[in-house]
């Protein structure tokens, strides 16, 4: 794993080393054991560029690793983060066609790959990667991204110039580019929690989508979707083949992750996924797996016991760690991490068990992607119950009965779930990507209207996020709900906001995450399986239990599902109730002309009197408002 950076300009500059220096100096954490800078030109003598890696060594430790690295006569440079486990397979293939090696790296693959093949080597690989490849000779740069975008890749381009890196921060050393605030990224950002590929904070940097190249030769930019994931073809195996197969791909991508120069280990939260890769792993590793969990105080986040039993059972080398979160010291460093407003809270626990981690080993497996592969999350089942309801004439669903619900939600039990419930009905629309929305949201529609100033609202005319959900559900091409669904989630949460949470809390700690269930010949195969295997009536992840309920004990298989979270709800009405209120309500965040105070005081006022939950919208403003404060410093 590493950092990547590149500045390329059409026509000849004088380049200044210091403005790369600064851009590698921000994302050392991402590579703490060495560092290169390349300064060059192209053919012509008219174009510069200049490339910059920090690394942290996982495979060939030796200096012939060093990036950026270069073909044999120098004409091609690369700046690679990520890992290629196929890359041995490549590499012989290579070899047998004349070219010749002078490391052991993934890295020097991808070179003689472009070489042999251009730009199709990008659909060669198989593994996480985000890199730039200058070639002198075309005068141009290739930067890629892998398919489901575990490896992140922020951009700025021009007629004049292309900057690309592995951190926003990083990118902004540049001069040239421009800094101003996308007032429909914050839009997207309050609905989703995360800002959605290709949109950034700033207008005019881009994220890299999941599975896209782009080029950039003297000012003109193409970019191109390589990869899509199908569930329109579905398998005509049986079920004891299916079975058979699911096992086979992801021991298979299991054994890949395993290739490491260093040590490793696994995260360990006690749920299905992140069992099954311990169960793998024992029974793949000659040596006890190194396994590491973190456990609360509050009993209601712990999920230590179920950790303890998948340790026992396969006699892992097991280390806990108990943490008490201290949101308002770890808040700062990690806005400054994400390098935009990101309102996950798991990202927190995500830090802390990547630092204690990071103490043992430098390359962690995890089970993430299981729920988005295997429909894991109970909004899925949520999702086939709603769609019933659009069948429900308006007139029965706009009941007067229930809006009055709505409004008064009286104490019977579970009152803030009923009261979400009977919004959702009565909002139910005939379509689908709608409708899914509304369980996923933050703020919906209309209480981002609501709590917009009115110059702000003027600048998101004709803008919601709805758009977005649709565009995904049609491009997914496939007339199933859950299949729309679940590509959505694997083109738009997994990506933007899960992978981008593990990445940047992992490096923050100099750790290197790999995930078997995000491997992309794994995730097409459970593609093409009928839904139905996935979400069998109310039982999630059904084909996943069958397939590996003889390693895993039924205490772990038919256990509820737990979130990774902390307790944000219990510390906005206690410990961080002042710096809210000091926070959101300060002059200064008044003054940014996005929000109108009043609303946002209601918000809080009705989360802190238990009037309403309003944890979540609570969090994302106050993410937005710290990570203002946080450019300012810059």
């Given at each position: 794993m590493c950092g990547i950076a590149g500045i390329i300009y059409k026509a000849k500059k004088d380049i200044k080393k210091e403005i790369m220096e600064k851009m590698i100096a921000e994302m050392h954490h991402r590579g703490p054991d060495d560092k290169g800078i390349y300064i060059g030109e192209g053919i012509s003598g008219k174009t510069n560029a200049i490339l910059g890696h920090c690394r942290l060594s996982i495979i060939d430790l030796s200096p012939l690793g060093k990036q950026p690295m270069s073909n044999e006569d120098g004409q091609i440079w690369i700046t690679y983060n990520g890992e290629i486990y196929n890359f041995q397979e490549l590499r012989d293939e290579l070899k047998r066609n004349g070219h010749?090696?002078?490391?052991r790296t993934d890295t020097e693959v991808i070179i003689h790959g472009y070489e042999e093949w251009g730009v199709n080597v990008i659909k060669r690989l198989r593994g996480m990667f985000a890199f730039g490849i200058w070639d002198s000779k075309k005068e141009e740069?290739?930067?890629?991204?892998?398919?489901?975008?575990?490896?992140?890749?922020?951009?700025?381009?021009?007629?004049?110039?292309?900057?690309?890196?592995?951190?926003?921060?990083?990118?902004?050393?540049?001069?040239?580019?421009e800094k101003e605030i996308d007032p429909i990224a914050i839009h997207h950002f309050l609905t989703f929690q995360y800002i959605p590929s290709p949109f950034t904070i700033f207008k005019k940097v881009?994220?890299?989508?999941?599975?896209?190249?782009?080029?950039?030769?003297?000012?003109?930019?193409?970019?191109?979707?390589?990869?899509?994931?199908?569930?329109?073809?579905?398998?005509?195996?049986?079920?004891?083949?299916?079975?058979?197969?699911?096992?086979?791909?992801?021991?298979n991508s299991v054994k890949m992750r395993l290739i490491s120069d260093v040590p490793l280990g696994a995260?360990?939260?006690?749920?299905?996924?992140?069992?099954?890769?311990?169960?793998?792993?024992?029974?793949?590793?000659?040596?006890?797996?190194?396994?590491?969990?973190?456990?609360?105080?509050?009993?209601?986040?712990?999920?230590?016991?179920?950790?303890?039993?998948i340790a026992n059972r396969f006699n892992t080398e097991h280390h806990e760690f108990t943490v008490k979160p201290k949101a308002l010291e770890i808040l700062p460093k990690l806005i400054r991490q994400y390098g935009e407003p990101f309102g996950d809270s798991s990202a927190i626990p995500t830090y802390y068990v990547s630092k204690v981690t990071s103490n043992h080993v430098k390359v962690t497996l995890t089970g993430d992607a299981g729920d988005e592969n295997f429909a894991g999350y109970k909004r899925y089942q949520y999702a086939k119950w709603f769609e019933l309801f659009?069948?429900?004439?308006?007139?029965?669903?706009?009941?007067?009965?229930?809006?009055?619900?709505?409004?008064?939600?009286?104490?019977y039990p579970k009152k803030q779930f009923?009261?979400?419930?009977?919004?959702?009905?009565?909002?139910?629309?005939?379509?689908?990507?709608?409708?899914?929305?509304l369980q996923i949201k933050v703020f919906a529609?209309?209480?981002?209207?609501?709590?917009?100033?009115d110059d702000f609202k003027k600048e998101l005319e004709g803008v919601n996020s709805i758009t977005l959900i649709e565009e995904f559900f049609q491009k997914a091409e496939t007339?199933?709900?859950?299949?729309?669904?679940?590509?959505?989630?694997?083109?738009?949460?997994?990506?933007?906001?899960?992978?981008?949470?593990?990445?940047?809390?992992?490096?923050?700690?100099?750790?290197?995450?790999?995930?078997?269930?995000?491997?992309?010949?794994?995730?097409?195969?459970?593609?093409?399986?009928?839904?139905?295997?996935?979400?069998?009536?109310?039982?999630?992840?059904?084909?996943?239990?069958e397939t590996f309920k003889d390693i895993i004990p039924p205490a772990i298989l038919n256990r509820k599902k737990m979130g990774f979270g902390v307790p944000i709800e219990i510390w906005f009405r206690s410990d961080m109730k002042e710096f809210v209120y000091d926070t959101l309500l300060s002059k200064k965040a008044e003054q940014r002309g996005i929000f109108q105070k009043e609303v946002v005081e209601k918000i809080i006022n009705n989360h802190i009197k238990k009037e309403e939950n309003n944890a979540y919208k609570i969090w994302l403003l106050l993410n937005l408002e710290l990570w203002f404060q946080e450019m300012e410093r810059i």
């Open positions: 010749r090696f002078r490391s740069v290739l930067i890629a991204r892998d398919r489901i975008g575990q490896k992140p890749l922020f951009y700025f381009s021009n007629n004049n110039i292309i900057a690309f890196a592995s951190s926003l921060y990083s990118l902004l050393m540049v001069p040239e580019v881009k994220k890299l989508s999941p599975g896209h190249y782009h080029i950039w030769k003297n000012g003109f930019k193409e970019s191109k979707k390589y990869w899509k994931i199908n569930f329109k073809y579905k398998t005509k195996e049986s079920i004891y083949e299916i079975k058979a197969h699911i096992r086979e791909t992801l021991i995260f360990l939260s006690g749920g299905i996924d992140s069992s099954i890769i311990v169960g793998i792993m024992a029974e793949l590793s000659s040596e006890p797996v190194k396994t590491f969990s973190i456990d609360f105080e509050e009993q209601a986040f712990s999920e230590i016991k179920y950790a303890r039993m659009k069948y429900i004439p308006k007139t029965i669903r706009n009941n007067p009965l229930i809006s009055f619900l709505i409004r008064n939600p009286f104490n009923f009261k979400k419930l009977l919004k959702i009905i009565s909002s139910i629309d005939s379509s689908s990507g709608k409708n899914y929305l529609e209309d209480e981002k209207d609501e709590i917009y100033t007339a199933d709900l859950l299949d729309k669904i679940l590509y959505t989630d694997i083109q738009s949460y997994l990506p933007d906001c899960l992978m981008v949470k593990v990445d940047v809390a992992s490096m923050a700690n100099s750790l290197e995450a790999r995930s078997p269930f995000l491997d992309h010949e794994f995730i097409q195969y459970v593609a093409s399986l009928p839904s139905s295997y996935k979400l069998k009536g109310n039982h999630s992840k059904w084909i996943l239990k």
